[in-house]
Nanobody, 122 residues
Framework: QLAESGGGSVQAGGSLSLSCQAS????????MAWFRQAPGKEREGVAV???????RLADSVEGRVTITRDKAKTTLYLHMNSLESSDSGMYYC??????????????????WGRGTQVTVSP
């Protein structure tokens, strides 16, 4: 089970941090990622982290976003700076317990949280 938190409303240029708490994964999580979806648009990958700490960011957030995992590897964080209106959307945590290709393709992730809303106002 994945549970996101930390969403909210912020003005453009501001910062926001999201958390995703994983539970029920006895053997750990190979891959955890953040996706987002704006109304009328497809779900897009934002950032991904494997269990070794390797990460990959989408070009659209490079330099503005950091993805981290806690030492226990059960909590995923997304720290976002210099937010833009285009960053608005529902943010979802996703996971693959078995393998990780650091993909930003949602088809690589069988497990999903319910999402947390991020709204960036001009």
């Amino acid at each position: 089970q994945l549970a996101e938190s930390g969403g909210g409303s912020v003005q453009a240029g501001g910062s926001l941090s999201l958390s995703c708490q994983a539970s029920g994964y006895t053997y750990g999580l190979a891959c955890m990622a953040w996706f987002r979806q704006a109304p009328g648009k497809e779900r897009e990958g934002v950032a991904v982290s494997n269990s070794d700490g390797d990460t990959r960011l989408a070009d659209s957030v490079e330099g503005r976003v950091t993805i981290t995992r806690d030492k226990a590897k059960t909590t995923l964080y997304l720290h976002m700076n210099s937010l833009e209106s285009s960053d608005s959307g529902m943010y979802y945590c996703a996971a693959n317990s078995a393998w990780c290709l650091l993909a930003l393709n949602p088809t690589h992730y069988p497990d999903w949280g319910r999402g947390t809303q991020v709204t960036v106002s001009p």
